[in-house]
């Protein structure tokens, strides 16, 4: 299958780019620093682009059977990274007839904002990121897209155990957390699975 990821020089991005190339998938890397990736593969090709970039994000989707989502934020970032990327990812694949779209969210989103402690205290540190998160799963959910939103708790840089639960009625506790690994092999599992299909499962340890 042909992905392009996006985010993929982040630190989840590359857990995607990874596991999708031990996966036998041809993977196009859009990364705003291409030496921020430092990976080489005869299946990657590095595209390097800015994900405000409406024409940009078209011509990396251009030709690929499917989309991964991985945007991170930090400090430097605007408050509208994730929902104004996600605009353009969505319009470029109904442009260029793409229909699979894998989207790492975050719990604490949307319907989960006051299901726990964890999305209070998360609201309460980085509230207008999370917001950015509300927004661009609006735009998912409306699109006419076959999307999947994934929602864990705290990313850990742990290793990839494939033990993990994922669902909707999870108890998500103040530390509660999953590794980027996991996810990733959870996320690349959505590209051929329809079970959660239009749907935003929760996945943790």
Same mark, same amino acid.
């Given at each position: 299958?042909?992905?392009?990821?996006?985010?993929?020089?982040?630190?989840?991005?590359?857990?995607?780019?990874?596991?999708?190339?031990?996966?036998?998938?041809?993977?196009?890397?859009?990364?705003?620093?291409?030496?921020?990736?430092?990976?080489?593969?005869?299946?990657?090709?590095?595209?390097?682009?800015?994900?405000?970039?409406?024409?940009?994000?078209?011509?990396?989707?251009?030709?690929?059977?499917?989309?991964?989502?991985?945007?991170?934020?930090?400090?430097?970032?605007?408050?509208?990274?994730?929902?104004?990327?996600?605009?353009?990812?969505?319009?470029?694949?109904?442009?260029?007839?793409?229909?699979?779209?894998?989207?790492?969210?975050?719990?604490?989103?949307?319907?989960?904002?006051?299901?726990?402690?964890?999305?209070?205290?998360?609201?309460?540190?980085?509230?207008?990121?999370?917001?950015?998160? /509300?927004?661009?799963?609006?735009?998912? $959910?409306?699109?006419?897209? !076959?999307?999947? #939103?994934?929602?864990? *708790?705290?990313? &850990? %840089?742990?290793?990839?155990?494939?033990?993990?639960?994922?669902?909707?009625?999870?108890?998500?506790?103040?530390?509660?957390?999953?590794?980027?690994? /996991?996810?990733?092999?959870?996320?690349? $599992?959505?590209?051929?699975? !329809?079970?959660? #299909?239009?749907?935003? *499962?929760?996945? &943790? %340890?």
């Amino acid at each position: 299958m042909k992905l392009v990821i996006f985010g993929a020089a982040g630190k989840s991005g590359r857990q995607l780019v990874e596991q999708a190339l031990e996966g036998e998938h041809e993977v196009t890397a859009f990364v705003r620093n291409p030496a921020a990736l430092k990976l080489s593969h005869p299946k990657l090709k590095i595209f390097q682009g800015d994900a405000l970039d409406a024409a940009a994000v078209s011509r990396a989707v251009a030709g690929q059977d499917a989309v991964m989502y991985a945007i991170g934020t930090n400090r430097r970032s605007t408050l509208t990274v994730c929902s104004e990327s996600t605009r353009h990812i969505i319009n470029a694949m109904k442009e260029h007839g793409v229909r699979r779209f894998v989207v790492l969210s975050a719990y604490g989103a949307s319907e989960t904002k006051d299901t726990a402690l964890y999305s209070k205290v998360l609201r309460s540190f980085i509230g207008k990121r999370v917001e950015d998160k /509300d927004r661009q799963e609006e735009l998912v $959910r409306a699109s006419d897209l !076959d999307w999947v #939103l994934v929602r864990p *708790p705290l990313l &850990t %840089n742990g290793a990839r155990k494939g033990r993990y639960r994922v669902g909707f009625d999870i108890p998500i506790k103040l530390f509660s957390s999953v590794s980027r690994a /996991d996810v990733a092999k959870f996320m690349l $599992r959505q590209l051929t699975e !329809d079970k959660y #299909l239009h749907q935003a *499962p929760t996945i &943790t %340890n």
